[in-house]
């Protein structure tokens, strides 16, 4: 199976919203004047055998337009800059993979911050999924409040929620498989309802979205300084620790520069897609259906 990196331009941020932790945590990274730091903006695509799915829709080049973030917001004038040309943007960076993305099965946010969310409308016409809780936080004014740009969303962009069921899948407390071998987990802290996503398999890829910026914050167990629930945060880093520690995983938050580096050797060792028994939504045990085995990366950033 292959999986390819769509990289959305950079944000340059404030070196404190990488890690902030101690008291005042939140105003703190919003008054901070420490240096500049590049991070990458990115989404990842799957060529499941089920279809393609997308994680996260990265960042659109619309966000420099004067306007189009809200001036009232500190954070947004002081502590954020993005860099990202128009090709840069998921339609125009799956077009050169060769892959329409009207062909987009199924698109899954982890969480609806604006460098997540902000390619939705070159995937419309797929399977949103969002957790309920997420989207019901991020909508209309109050969401704004909370750092969301609802009123950027895309016409049309109407989601399916999910709520994920108390349904333990390793150190998580709730997990939902979406579809064969791709299962939804609750990572909260960067956002009260953020979830994750497992691709099954040997070894199995972890996609974090924002649960952790870096695999080496994860190791450090800071959350960052955006983060709601610096608690949560905590646990949620405890348990994906925990998660890679059981067998081979490989880790992939969105905005981690060594990320695309560890899912090329995800391709390198042409392992086998091989999801394991797990309960589907009634509770009935799916059985794993024989797979293909994994063909060989076919360029930077791809992974078989
Ligand atoms: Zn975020």
Not at 147 to 158: A, C, D, K, M, T
């Given at each position: 199976m292959r999986v390819h990196v769509l990289e959305t331009g950079v944000a340059v941020v404030r070196e404190r919203q990488l890690e902030g932790a101690g008291p005042a945590r939140l105003l703190r990274t919003v008054l901070t004047r420490t240096g500049w730091t590049e991070i990458p903006m990115r989404a990842w695509l799957i060529e499941h055998p089920d279809g393609l799915l997308l994680i996260d829709t990265g960042q659109n080049a619309r966000v420099n337009d004067p306007g189009y973030l809200p001036r009232e917001s500190l954070y947004f004038r002081r502590n954020l800059r993005s860099r990202i040309a128009p090709e840069e943007e998921i339609g125009p960076r799956m077009r050169a993979l060769g892959i329409d993305p009207k062909d987009v099965r199924c698109t899954i946010l982890t969480h609806l911050h604006l460098d997540h969310d902000g390619g939705l409308a070159h995937v419309l016409g797929s399977e949103i999924i969002v957790a309920a809780g997420e989207y019901q936080r991020a909508k209309g004014f109050a969401g704004r409040m909370r750092?969301?740009?609802?009123?950027?969303?895309?016409?049309?962009?109407?989601p399916r929620q999910v709520t994920l069921p108390e349904r333990p899948y390793g150190p998580f407390t709730h997990s939902l498989e979406l579809v064969r071998g791709v299962v939804l987990v609750g990572t909260p802290g960067h956002t009260r309802d953020h979830l994750s996503v497992v691709l099954e398999g040997e070894p199995r890829l972890f996609f974090a979205g924002d649960a952790a910026y870096s695999e080496a914050a994860l190791h450090r167990g800071i959350p960052d300084g955006l983060a709601t629930d610096a608690d949560a945060a905590r646990a949620t880093m405890a348990r994906i620790r925990e998660f890679l520690a059981e067998r081979e995983t490989i880790f992939l938050p969105t905005h981690d520069p060594e990320a695309p580096a560890r899912l090329a050797r995800y391709g390198e060792q042409h392992r086998r897609f091989r999801p394991r028994v797990v309960q589907d939504v009634q509770g009935d045990a799916v059985e794993p259906q024989q797979s293909a085995p994994a063909e060989a990366p076919r360029g930077p950033g791809d992974a078989a």
């Open positions: 750092g969301y740009l609802p009123h950027r969303w895309p016409e049309g962009f109407q």
